[in-house]
């Protein structure tokens, strides 16, 4: 088993729909990051949450450390948000990043 | 105040051969962090570099090894290339070892 786990792999929707993604994770952690990546390879900074929940324009994110399990949300879904998700969570141990495999999202016009 | 950068963008290689990847951190930052992306797969922790001294490792063999220099820019060497070697290699950079990591473009190496 993974320790950290995405839920879905893929995901297709049309714009405009409320986005979730979900993430769980087993080890224990000092800080949990949500990335974007785009074809091509680049990676993007989401955010980065060890309690509570964040807002940046029309992205949330939520964590809960007792249930070790956070979603990140898009509302108003556009095209432009077209990409892989993923999530990654910081060792306590070792500062270590260890990653999520993904979500994929197409947001169809 | 400038990203990450890193070079070259592309590289393609051949079987055992040996490569070196550079790494420019964000201005200011200390603390660079190596990546290995294989094709549909999540990145994979190399190795991370605080104040040019290796500040943890992840599961990859000795012939992966890297460099952090005084002014944080930073290498990542392999040697003996496989073909499994081809992959993105990601880097980033952050002010602290456990602060938010800024990411480079990646090259993209390919071992024929």
């Known amino acids: 088993k993974n320790e950290v786990e995405q839920s879905p792999q893929n995901l297709t929707a049309q714009e405009e729909e409320f986005i979730t993604i979900n993430c769980s994770y087993s080890v224990g952690i000092s800080a949990l990051h949500w990335l974007q990546q785009h074809p091509g390879g680049g990676i993007v900074s989401l955010f980065m949450?060890?309690?509570?929940?964040k807002k940046h324009g029309r992205l949330i994110a939520t964590i809960n450390i007792q249930e070790k399990h956070s979603s990140l949300h898009i509302t108003a879904s556009h095209p432009r948000d077209s990409a892989v998700y993923i999530c990654a969570v910081r060792s306590y141990s070792n500062y270590q990043l260890i990653w999520g495999a993904g979500t994929k999202l197409i947001i169809k016009p | 105040e400038t990203g990450v950068t890193q070079s070259p963008t592309h590289l393609i290689k051949t079987r055992g051969q040996q490569v070196t990847l550079r790494c420019s951190s964000q201005?200011?930052?200390?603390?660079v962090s190596w990546y290995q992306q294989a094709l549909g797969q999540g990145p994979q922790f190399i190795f991370q570099y605080y104040r040019e001294e290796e500040n943890g490792r992840g599961n990859f063999p000795p012939r992966f090894s890297g460099l952090q220099f005084p002014n944080y820019s930073s290498e990542l060497n392999v040697n003996a290339l496989e073909l499994d070697d081809s992959a993105l290699y990601l880097c980033?950079?952050?002010?602290?070892?456990?602060?938010?990591?800024?990411f480079g473009p990646g090259t993209r190496l390919t071992v024929l």
């Open positions: 980033a950079s952050s002010l602290m070892a456990d602060n938010e990591q800024f």
């Open positions: 201005s200011g930052h200390n603390t």
């Open positions: 949450l060890s309690s509570g929940k």
